[in-house]
């Protein structure tokens, strides 16, 4: 299953709201998962199941979508949001992520 | 608090072999089923095998891109999860992580580099 993720860059300011796109080849359900990569952290799983935030995940971040068509949104950016984000499925083998959007400080 | 430490990565030659380890604390490591994912500097994460439970028979599913050179195997005296790569070729060359559950990887390790170069 391809992962089309969109954008590939998203320049925001703290205190902003901003989303961003997963689409699957195919037809995943729900099994979709948002991981945050910093430099110098392993990486956060965030969000799985599509929308079922993972514990300490901020309230601030939210998943939506099933099917194909999926969006994580962060409202009110914090300071310490600005990072890379992956979707990944895990509906089918192999697992396979998106190729990333990195969310940069305007 | 669950800890992964991923070891072993260097620098080996193409056609080399390498085995990485990562070891596991805080949680019961029978129980969970272990992945390792690489991630190619600069490029998108790329799950490459998963090796499931007790209760499942610590069975194995690999990525095609890497099933028959690389094999995932866990010691689980020593809470230590392990890829065997052979016949490694430049495009291997990312840096390896290991992570706990299969599909959803609720902890990862910092990762470890492997270099394929002549």
């Known amino acids: 299953v391809q992962m089309t993720q969109s954008p590939s860059y998203l320049a925001a300011s703290p205190g902003e709201s901003v989303s961003i796109s997963c689409k699957a080849s195919?037809?995943?359900?729900?099994?979709l998962a948002w991981y945050q990569e910093k430099p110098g952290k392993a990486n956060k799983l965030l969000i799985h199941?599509?929308?079922t935030l993972q514990s300490g995940t901020p309230s601030r971040f939210s998943g939506s979508g099933s099917g194909t068509d999926f969006t994580l949104t962060i409202r009110s950016l914090e300071s310490e949001d600005f990072a890379v984000y992956y979707c990944?499925?895990?509906?089918?083998?192999?697992?396979?992520f998106g190729a990333g959007t990195k969310l940069e400080l305007k | 608090e669950v800890k992964l430490l991923e070891s072993g990565g260097g620098l080996v030659q193409p056609g080399g072999s390498l085995r990485l380890s990562c070891a596991a604390s805080?949680?019961?490591?029978?129980?969970?089923?272990m992945s390792w994912i690489r991630q190619p500097p600069g490029k998108a994460p790329e799950w490459l095998g998963v090796?499931?439970?007790?209760?499942?028979?610590?069975?194995?599913e690999y990525n095609p891109s890497v099933k028959g050179r690389f094999t995932i195997s866990r010691d689980n005296t020593q809470n230590i999860l392990y890829l065997q790569m052979n016949t490694l070729r430049a495009e291997d060359t990312a840096i390896y992580y290991c992570?706990?559950?299969?599909?959803?990887?609720?902890?990862w390790g910092q990762g470890v580099m492997v270099t394929v170069s002549s």
């Open positions: 199941s599509g929308s």
């Open positions: 195919k037809s995943i359900s729900n099994n």
């Open positions: 805080g949680f019961t490591f029978t129980d969970f089923y």
């Open positions: 090796i499931r439970n007790k209760a499942n028979g610590y069975t194995t």
């Open positions: 990944q499925q895990y509906n089918e083998y192999p697992d396979t």
């Open positions: 992570a706990r559950r299969g599909g959803i990887f609720d902890y």
